[in-house]
């Protein structure tokens, strides 16, 4: 399906019997993004029916469905007949988190193989990743990470071979052209370069994280006594009280 | 003895109390996790006229002990299992009246890895957005170990004979409905293309389930299909039942407890019925993948739904029939 307008397409294809992939090709990053977040909203908020949910990302949405009630072919049909251009809206959020982080060292153990990479020194690095307040593109795994366009690095960072069996909550990671946040200890793959002190992840309220898809963020970069001082504070916008 | 109903773990090794999934919580990052056999959970609760996602005990690998403070009714479904109550061996995938302080065990076969038991009322445990689905990346979750108390929300009168369990309560579940199947089926997956012939290694080949099996992922042996492009991808969402190749001699498939997000490649899906049977599997066991079509996948998936509304019907009506 073409929409000229919107310079978008769409593209469906199925993920085993209970889900399908809807991927949004376009030049305009930033459109296809709000598109996708757009059409995880209506299906989120029982567009189809009630028991379809979607995952939505940068460019893609994951939508996942009971089988008992519909099937790959119908929930594709609804989607392709939902209008990609009306109406506004897509992710939910608007806020600021200032996200306090340590890097380096210990806190970031990939930043000068990072720093190697990208062909900068680190304080140079450093201060790429805290340029400008990049939006939260979507939550991703595991538990809810928030990921955000990388900083402006030029070159996409590669994973590693082998993913770390562990890294500690708050570490912040790149990889490709994206940033993630993560909220709890997970293996991951990412280089990790940082580290914030800040409680991310609670359990005893359903909203979990205290950032949505569509927050900006705005990494600042702390000393190892600061990084004390902060541990265990939780975190939450910036014009909270 | 209090008043409040309650049933006591005497011993229980790797368990929880889980349900049908946190619907609710893809959209929010979180993975749905809840019962790896959806279709055994919702058996159990389905045999003692419980609500489909009412929260229930699964137990993987190893068996447990129970014993009820008040008069129950419980069901044992999933991997083939045979409920002793007091020594005395009951079918499982039945309806179960248990007496106040008898003591249920029940142990896991062989032949499968997970059972879940469901009491009549079911249990009053913590939940978050709705589910009380065990997170094990956020630490969400009851686990049950022994001397573990769970609340029960209702107990249930003895049902007058339980000998009469077999006879009376026709219904209608097939001899071999806990069979587990080592042909999983499953779909091309929406990356299938980058994989180009190499894909049919994964249909012709055997695999071997490894140790390393949980609710995140299993993970299986065997030879992996290579992927013919290369290029960073953007972090997007995978189903459950993905099959990945993030190595060279194994392939990972994502099970309910997955990150909702992956940059890997996925060759195949597996189907819904696939996933109960890949609950079962054991370390050892020799697996292979069987291609199939959507179209076919939710045939053989309505057939067992509409098998789990036909037992749900009938022990609803013989239970009203009878209290």
């Known amino acids: 399906m073409t929409d000229t307008r919107a310079a978008t397409t769409m593209s469906i294809s199925p993920c085993g019997d209970a889900a399908v992939r809807v991927a949004v090709d376009g030049d305009d990053t930033d459109r296809v993004w709000t598109a996708v977040h757009r059409l995880a909203g209506w299906l989120n908020h029982g567009g189809i029916h009630p028991t379809v949910t979607a995952v939505p990302t940068y460019d893609a949405v994951l939508v996942e469905f009971d089988p008992y009630y519909s099937t790959g072919e119908e929930i594709a049909s609804h989607i392709r007949s939902w209008d990609i251009t009306a109406g506004e809206g897509g992710a939910a959020g608007g806020g600021v988190i200032d996200v306090p982080v340590l890097f380096g060292g210990e806190a970031g153990p990939d930043l000068e193989w990072v720093a190697d990479v990208v062909g900068h020194p ?23 990470s928030a990921m955000t366009d990388g900083p402006d690095f030029g070159v996409p960072i590669p994973r590693l071979a082998t993913p770390r069996l562990r890294v500690p909550p708050g570490a912040v990671s790149v990889a490709g052209r994206q940033t993630v946040i993560g909220p709890v200890a997970a293996p991951s793959g990412w280089r990790q370069i940082g580290r914030t002190p800040l409680d991310i992840l609670r359990t005893d309220t359903d909203a979990v994280v205290p950032y949505r898809p569509g927050d900006r963020v705005r990494f600042v970069a702390i000393d190892e006594t600061a990084y004390a001082e902060l541990l265990g504070t939780p975190m939450r916008y910036r014009h909270d009280d | ?106 142990g896991v076969s062989e032949a499968g890895l997970r059972v879940y038991v469901a009491v009549h009322g079911s249990f009053d445990v913590p939940r978050l957005m709705g589910s009380c689905a065990p997170d094990s990346m956020i630490g969400f979750g009851t686990q049950v170990t022994s001397g573990t108390v769970l609340p029960l929300l209702r107990s249930h009168p003895p049902l007058v004979n339980r000998r009469f369990g077999a006879t009376v309560f026709d219904f209608g579940i097939p001899r071999d409905v806990g069979r587990v199947s080592s042909v999983l089926d499953v779909i091309d997956g929406p990356d299938a293309a980058e994989f180009g012939t190499g894909l049919q290694r994964l249909y012709d080949s055997p695999y071997t389930v490894t140790p390393r099996i949980n609710h995140v992922g299993l993970r299986v042996a065997g030879a992996v299909p290579r992927r013919s492009v ?20 194994e392939l990972l498939i994502l099970m309910r407890g997955r990150g909702i997000t992956a940059g890997y490649p996925v060759l195949a899906v597996l189907t819904s019925r696939a996933l109960d049977h890949a609950a079962q599997l054991r370390p050892g066991q020799t697996i292979r993948f069987h291609r199939t079509t959507a179209s076919a996948a939710t045939a053989a998936y309505l057939e067992r739904r509409r098998l789990l509304d036909r037992i749900a019907l009938r022990a609803r009506t013989a239970f009203a029939a009878l209290v």
């Open chain 2, 230 to 249: 290369t290029g960073e991808v953007l972090s997007r969402g995978v189903p459950i039942g993905a099959i990945e190749a993030p190595t060279g001699d």
């Open chain 2, 1 to 106: 003895m209090t008043d409040r109903p309650e049933l006591h773990v005497d011993s229980a090794t790797v368990c929880v109390v889980t349900d049908l999934g946190r619907l609710a919580g893809p959209a929010r990052g979180l993975a749905v996790n809840g019962a790896l056999d959806q279709f055994a959970a919702r058996a159990a609760n389905a045999l003692v006229g419980n609500a489909p996602a009412d929260p229930l005990i699964e137990a993987t690998g190893f068996g447990v002990t129970l014993r009820p403070s008040h008069d129950v009714l419980m069901s044992v479904t999933g991997a083939p299992a045979e409920p002793a109550v007091d020594g005395r061996a009951y079918p499982a995938w039945a309806p179960l009246s248990v007496r106040a302080g008898e003591t249920v065990r029940i």
């Open chain 1, 122 to 144: 680190v304080p140079k690095v450093i201060d790429l990743v805290c340029a400008g307040e990049p939006l939260i593109r979507c939550l991703g795994g595991p538990a809810a």
